[in-house]
């Protein structure tokens, strides 16, 4: 009985051994594959950024939020360097949670932005259009009223109290 007992005692040890690599094995891979998707939902979140500041957004608080995601997966990456892959996991998911609806902030951004611009270059169209105009009619305006007043024959008109 004696045996029994020490065997069972070996085998039960040997099995508690054996079962924490696996479980420490699942946790890494866990982070791992949190870690990755973060950073691929980074560098995606980059380039939305770089969209529209492309097309003249102000990404201001796009940046600061590139910033905070980046920042926790750096952490995250610190983490699993350090074997700790709770935290790793955690970090790397928070990271993109803080991006989660960072594609289309960018995007309308980028929308918002395309559509001022036009604004302004139809602004700036008409306004030319319009001050070309006034222009052209001030001249003509200018130009009948020089001519009432000094004649056709392109001198100063001569009252008869000036021709004595």
Request: glycine letters at 6%.
């Amino acid at each position: 009985m004696r045996v029994s007992l020490g065997v069972l005692l070996l085998a039960a040890i040997s099995i508690a051994v054996l079962s924490v690599p696996s479980v420490v094995w699942a946790q890494q891979n866990s982070a791992a594959s949190a870690i990755s998707a973060a950073q691929s939902k980074l560098v995606q979140c980059y380039d939305a950024a770089r969209a529209a500041e492309s097309a003249s957004a102000n990404i201001s608080q796009l940046t600061s939020r590139l910033n905070s995601a980046g920042l926790l997966l750096s952490r995250a990456e610190l983490a699993y360097s350090n074997a700790d892959f709770g935290s790793a996991q955690s970090l790397a998911v928070q990271s993109q949670s803080e991006l989660a609806s960072f594609v289309s902030d960018a995007n309308s951004l980028q929308a918002s932005a395309a559509q001022s611009r036009t604004f302004d270059f139809l602004l700036n169209i008409v306004g030319s259009v319009v001050g070309t105009v006034a222009v052209l009619v001030g001249g003509f305006v200018v130009w009948g009223f020089l001519k009432r007043k000094y004649g056709n024959d392109g001198g100063v008109q001569k009252s008869e109290s000036d021709a004595v």
